[in-house]
């Protein structure tokens, strides 16, 4: 690490500095599961009515499939490109590009618009705070992001998973009280919310691709390819681990509200449901600490989020795919300084641009806009599964995976985009399909990147596991 320019040199990030809890950690601090439960149920009851845990569960089973695939991938390839190598090994460079190029976009969004969210919880929690405009919080929570991702990946990492362990056990109190009082009067204890109760067919469709938008970012661990111990074992656990500890905490998170609820409807108008159910079944006195770790998880989702950009958008100025700056690092935290730099500025532009005055619209919109992305290069990955394994004579059961993921994944990436949703959201698609044309054009008009893209050492990584033998990868 002899090259220095502006406080940053060029080298490598931390060998084995994260072990599997902060792994395992990263993943959980995208999906952000204590906070999406203190809301989500509320808006998810809006739509299915009483099916959301039905809605839940049937998206884990989606989940599983594009987790295992990138498991799979995972154990064979360990580096920071996570989808970038994946894709770019299994299908080709110009795809590992366009398949990143995508979640970055999903990264930078979700850094942007989780901040925005916070911001506004923030200023909602006392009114003198109001008075204070919510692009300045998102800029002092992104600052101390920034710090965070700066001095050390282990203590972003397990500070998101620390906050996740403390949200999720006081979510489990508050349902042994709402058990414990044999839930609403009148309503009780029911499997209902695990029946479709007459929902038609797209309606439940509906709620499974919003469950599945809910916990999803599972993948996010995979980027910690080049930091963490053990990675070919600790990452490909930590990606299933997070998708069943984020998808069973959803699963009965939104029962519990359920059955606390008079009704569904009740539920629905009901903005905060988490903290109506504490009041209501422990003690009013513990409202605020429902606020604190609501707060708390939502930040999580902000320091995984810009830790996932950071470190993929460090692989592509590694590679030469952009600027080399990109690929720099802290002369001595080993940190991508520069590229976290670009992800907390992207993130903070973005939301203020598409604000539309509210940060309760910057988190809508911004939010929407990372999922669909994620969305597609999750398909994008399946593709790049089902061509690797059968190319290489996997298993017959890693073949299957993907190949039984590709419909699955796509279904709820057509159903996120069609019908094309009304203005304002509208936009929001076409701003999604508008970012992936930009990507093919700029690997279509520049014979360079093309070049560099065909020489990355990341495409040529040998694969571990159990593969036929076959050519160098």
């Not at 850094?111 to 405009?133: H, K, R």
């Not at 700029?442 to 014979?447: F, G, M, N, Q, Y």
């Amino acid at each position: 690490m002899a090259d220095q320019a502006g406080g940053a040199a060029a080298g490598s990030l931390k060998r084995d500095s994260v072990g599997f809890f902060g792994t395992i950690g990263l993943s959980l601090g995208i999906q952000a599961p204590t906070a999406g439960i203190a809301l989500i149920p509320a808006v998810m009851a809006g739509y299915v009515g009483p099916s959301g845990p039905l809605c839940f569960l049937l998206g884990v089973v989606v989940g599983l499939f594009i987790a295992g695939t990138f498991s799979l991938f995972a154990r064979r390839f360990a580096s920071a490109g996570s989808i970038y190598t994946f894709n770019g090994i299994g299908i080709g460079p110009l795809f590992g590009f366009i398949s990143a190029w995508l979640l970055v976009l999903t990264y930078v969004c979700y850094t942007g618009s989780i901040a925005a969210q916070v911001a506004d919880y923030f200023g909602a929690l006392w009114s003198p705070l109001a008075v204070v405009p919510w692009p300045v919080y998102v800029l002092i929570l992104l600052g101390i992001v920034g710090y965070l991702s700066y001095r050390s990946i282990q203590v972003s990492a397990v500070t998101a998973a620390v906050v996740e362990a403390v949200g999720l056990t006081f979510i489990l109190v508050v349902a042994l009280f709402v058990l414990g009082h044999g839930a609403n009067l009148g309503h009780g204890i029911t499997a209902q919310g695990f029946t479709p109760n007459g929902l038609s067919f797209g309606s439940l469709a509906f709620g499974i691709v919003f469950a599945f938008t809910g916990f999803s970012g599972f993948e996010a661990a995979a980027v910690l390819g080049e930091e963490a111990r053990d990675p070919r074992r600790a990452i490909p656990r930590a990606i299933i681990s997070a998708l069943l500890v984020a998808g069973v905490a959803y699963i009965f998170g939104d029962w519990i509200l359920n059955i606390a609820f008079p009704s569904s409807a009740a539920l629905a108008h009901n903005a905060t449901p988490l903290l109506w159910v504490t009041q209501h079944y422990v003690a009013p006195w513990l409202a605020p600490v429902v606020d604190v770790v609501a707060l708390a998880s939502a930040f999580g989702g902000v320091v995984g989020s810009a830790n996932g950009s950071m470190r993929l958008m460090f692989t592509l100025g590694r590679d030469g795919v952009g600027s080399r700056q990109l690929g720099r690092v802290h002369p001595r935290y080993e940190t991508p300084v520069v590229a976290l730099i670009v992800t907390l500025v992207a993130g903070y532009l973005t939301v203020v641009f598409l604000a539309g005055g509210s940060a309760a619209n910057a988190f809508g919109y911004v939010v929407t806009l990372g999922a669909i992305a994620l969305l597609a290069a999750y398909l994008l990955t399946m593709v790049a599964g089902a061509w690797y394994f059968l190319h290489h004579h996997a298993r017959w059961y890693r073949v299957a995976i993907p190949v039984v993921g590709i419909p699955l994944a796509g279904y709820v990436l057509y159903s996120s985009v069609y019908p094309v949703p009304t203005f304002p959201y509208n936009l929001v698609v076409y701003a999604a399909v508008g970012w992936l044309v930009l990507g093919i054009v700029l690997v279509a008009l520049s014979p360079g990147l093309r070049q560099r893209l065909a020489a990355s050492p990341l495409f040529r990584l040998t694969a571990v596991g159990d593969a036929t033998p076959g050519p160098s990868v």
